[in-house]
């Protein structure tokens, strides 16, 4: 059983940093695609970034050049590193494993003055 466990997060003034780290287990990671996801009070959930096995990457347009993921093969752990955050970033940030189907319980992070 695949599981997904999100640590980081929190509450940062507009220009700020965050990073928020996904722990998987239950699965050879190294060997599948991972993905970060947010969901805004009101909105859809969106994907925010994705990394391949070999560790090309995608990412929403709106967090292009803000936002870096990344993935540690040894930790079984794929992070989002958030820099020059907005207001419109706060959302529930999700780690998510695409090819099982799986996703963490979520973490919240707050962009606000």
């Known amino acids: 059983q695949v599981q997904l466990v999100e640590s980081g997060g929190g509450s940062v003034q507009p220009g700020g940093s965050l990073r928020v780290s996904c722990a998987a287990s239950?699965?050879?990671?190294?060997?599948?695609?991972m993905a970060w996801y947010r969901q805004a009070p009101g909105k859809q959930r969106e994907l925010v970034a994705e990394?391949?096995?070999?560790?090309?990457?995608n990412y929403a347009d709106s967090v292009k050049g803000r936002f870096t993921i990344s993935r540690d093969n040894a930790k079984d752990t794929v992070d989002l590193q958030m820099n020059s955050l907005k207001p419109e970033d706060t959302a529930v940030y999700y780690c998510?494993?695409?090819?099982?189907?799986?996703w963490g319980q979520g973490t919240q992070v707050t962009v606000s003055s």
């Open positions: 990394i391949t096995a070999s560790s090309n990457t």
């Open positions: 239950g699965m050879i990671f190294r060997f599948y695609p």
């Open positions: 998510h494993a695409p090819r099982q189907g799986s």
